[in-house]
């Protein structure tokens, strides 16, 4: 058996689809969404996750209609600044990958400010993915060895120049809603983590739903490409 693992990356996969099998808008998907991640973070606290990584938003979600991309800001903004002193009360370090310049100046106040009031908190970190894409997050890593003028890198450089930099990889990565890809998250840091994919859409997405997700992470035997204690 495999201990708990210690960190947990979610792809919150369906809001949409929710929304239209109850003939309602997409952004009333989110919201239920943004409720169930709500619940998802207490769970994960709760059972003792240490990292727990949210993909929020990705790059390319900025080419969804604009209502929708303001109806998500809207909903980030709210929940990181409503839900700052209970972080604090529970212990959560709030951080954040992906590039949030390009996020409107509201929500990126309402970010530094959460960062900064939770940056002691030690029980465990939530990270947000927004504005994330790993293709881009790659690329800014190796602008950045560019610019500290580094000949030739090496993984671990690599590693520590991305938006990631001293947490540890995923061991367990959910997809809700059906989907089957990884849709440019966590490419690198996924080299070895486990997936779980499950057709139940993200608002539906409960606690014993993730239960069941770790439950069956832990009876996985993870080899790392070596051979494992059956050989
Ligand atoms: C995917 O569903 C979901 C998103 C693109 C956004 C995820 C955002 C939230 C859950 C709300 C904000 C989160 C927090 C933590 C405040 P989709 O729209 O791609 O669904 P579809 O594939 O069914 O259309």
Redesign the pocket.
Same mark, same amino acid.
Not at 12 to 18: A, Q
């Given at each position: 058996m495999n201990p708990l693992p210690t960190h947990i990356a979610i792809i919150?996969? *369906? =809001? *949409? #689809? %929710?929304a239209r099998t109850k003939g309602i808008p #997409?952004e009333e *998907?989110?919201r239920r *969404? $943004?409720e169930t $991640?709500e619940n998802i973070v207490e769970a994960c606290r709760d059972m003792g996750i240490r990292y727990l990584t949210?993909y $929020?938003?990705s790059e390319e =979600?900025w080419q969804r209609p604009l209502h929708e991309v303001d109806a +998500?800001m809207c909903?980030?903004q709210y929940?990181i600044s409503a839900k700052r002193s209970k972080m604090i009360e529970n212990d959560i370090r709030f951080r954040t990958i992906g590039d949030i310049s390009k996020l409107p100046k509201e929500v990126v106040l309402e970010i530094e400010r959460t960062k900064e009031e939770t940056s002691k908190c030690n029980g465990m970190d939530l990270i +947000?993915a927004v504005s994330y894409s790993s293709d881009s997050e790659i690329v800014r890593a190796v602008n950045k060895l560019i610019a500290k003028g580094v000949k030739e890198v090496t993984a671990a450089d690599i590693s520590s120049h991305l938006d990631t930099a001293g947490i540890p990889n995923p061991d367990l990565l959910i997809r809700t809603?059906g989907e089957l890809r990884l849709s440019n998250f966590l490419l690198w840091q996924c080299a070895y983590t486990e997936f779980y994919f499950t057709k139940v859409l %993200?608002p539906d997405f409960t606690r014993k739903d993730l239960e069941e997700a770790i439950r069956d992470y832990m009876k996985r035997e993870r080899r790392f490409g070596g051979v494992g204690e059956g050989a």
């Open positions: 919150m996969d *369906g =809001n *949409g #689809r %929710w #997409r *998907g989110h *969404g $943004a $991640a949210l $929020a938003f =979600n +998500l909903l980030l929940y +947000l809603s %993200w």
